[in-house]
């Protein structure tokens, strides 16, 4: 059983960080928002940077389509798991 100290006013255990799983979740998360913010700014700052990826990646596969298929394959894990 685990004891916790509320505080003065009740409420100071939320705040702690004993038991937590968000330092392991922080440590996941940081790296791949950083990446995000990155891509984010690369095309933005970049106008030529969206297209040399699409043509780096042939004429049979663009960047909406790899989209597409992530997001499809994520709503199918995520639905049968879920059942």
Excluded: C
């Amino acid at each position: 059983m685990r004891y916790y100290d509320n505080g003065e006013w009740g409420i100071a255990f939320i705040f702690s960080l004993r038991g937590s799983v968000f330092p392991k979740a922080f440590a996941w998360a940081a790296p791949a928002a950083a990446m995000a913010v990155g891509f984010h700014f690369l095309l933005h700052m970049d106008p030529d940077f969206r297209q040399r990826i699409d043509d780096s990646l042939g004429p049979q596969l663009r960047t909406s389509q790899i989209f597409v298929a992530y997001n499809f394959l994520l709503t199918f894990v995520l639905t049968f798991r879920s059942t």
